[in-house]
């Protein structure tokens, strides 16, 4: 999404969105904290208290959602193996990527894909 025709995320917040925008957007890549608030024009510091006081998580929780949920989707409908899943969703290894879907999902993704897989 380009900030100027984004949707609204369900955050009243301009610079909150234009964060979760570049999180959408970037969230593949290895992306810091400090590179986020570069892109929306503020201070670290003041992009955590804006982004958790308007979304009720922290700025690098919501990057793990929304990879988890991206690879989530990927194991339903892609036939990747867990490890590539890992890799092209952004997770710096293997071990952080199963602690974040357990974490979010309740399930590890091997069996979450056997729950809700397509295939």
Not at 41 to 65: Q, R
Not at 89 to 94: D, E, K, Q, S, W
Not at 96 to 114: A, C, E, V, W
């Amino acid at each position: 999404y380009a900030p100027d025709n984004a949707p609204d995320l369900g955050v009243a917040n301009r610079t909150v969105r234009f964060c979760m925008i570049y999180i959408i957007n970037q969230y593949h890549k290895k992306i810091r904290l400090a590179q986020i608030a570069r892109y929306v024009k503020c201070h670290p510091n003041y992009l955590c208290s804006l982004f958790k006081s308007h979304t009720g998580m922290t700025v690098m929780e919501y990057l793990y959602h929304i990879r988890v949920e991206t690879a989530a989707e990927l194991l339903c409908k892609e036939d990747l193996s867990v490890s590539k899943i890992s890799e092209v969703t952004g997770f710096p290894n293997r071990s952080m990527f199963y602690k974040k879907f357990r974490q979010i999902m309740g399930l590890s993704p091997t069996t979450y894909r056997k729950k809700y897989s397509i295939h």
